[in-house]
């Protein structure tokens, strides 16, 4: 830190940490969101994971698989 200086440095120093976690945040957001398939019959709707024909939870997270409408 900067030692007397009117406090613009210690402003700055906050407001950089804020943009950094910011950064984080919408980074993970936006790498998550990529990993993700879109939605094939076969993967889980809530988390991507593959999913069998037979099974009614996905074993990843145990979001129920939506039953086929008709």
Request: glycine letters at 10%; a positive charge; charged letters at 25%.
């Amino acid at each position: 830190m900067l030692a007397h200086q009117g406090g613009w440095d210690e402003m700055l120093l906050a407001a950089g940490l804020v943009f950094a976690m910011l950064a984080v945040s919408r980074f993970r957001r936006r790498s998550t969101r990529m990993r993700r398939p879109a939605a094939p019959d076969d993967a889980c709707e809530y988390c991507g994971a593959a999913l069998t024909p037979g099974e009614a939870r996905c074993p990843s997270c145990g979001f129920r698989k939506p039953e086929p409408e008709g």
